[in-house]
């Protein structure tokens, strides 16, 4: 039902910002909780951030609290996560993903994902 297509990804330095787009496809986009997830090389994939259907609720791991924000606009069936003061530990593939309400955290529960885009930060 659900299609996502990542944008946005690149080479920065630390201590600054990039904007993550993610195109979704499929008249249901808007009853879909939306989820920001990454994997950096060796490591498994962890939770980022996500928004829930409305864009009423919002949650993000303790690590980018205060510098990323996840947003959505469901009249262009896209989903975003700003990214500031991005540091070093920040560098893996980012994803994002869709899930039938209601809002979670725990990667194993999203049904649809995106290809994956490359953010590398730079010291």
């Known amino acids: 039902q659900v299609q996502l297509v990542e944008s946005g990804g690149g080479l920065v330095q630390a201590g600054g910002s990039l904007r993550l787009s993610c195109a979704a496809s499929?008249?249901?986009?808007?009853?879909?909780?939306m989820g920001w997830f990454r994997q950096a090389p060796g490591k498994e994939r962890e939770f980022v951030a996500a928004i829930s259907w409305s864009g009423g609720s919002t949650y993000y791991a303790d690590s980018v609290k205060g510098r990323f924000t996840i947003s959505r606009d469901n009249a262009k069936n896209t989903v975003y996560l700003q990214m500031n003061s991005l540091k070093p530990e920040d560098t893996a593939v980012y994803y994002c993903?869709?899930?039938?309400?209601?809002?979670?955290?725990?990667?194993?529960?999203?049904?649809?994902w995106g290809q994956g885009t490359q953010v590398t930060v730079s010291s």
């Open positions: 499929g008249r249901t986009f808007s009853s879909y909780t």
């Open positions: 993903a869709a899930k039938k309400s209601p809002l979670a955290a725990i990667v194993t529960t999203y049904d649809y």
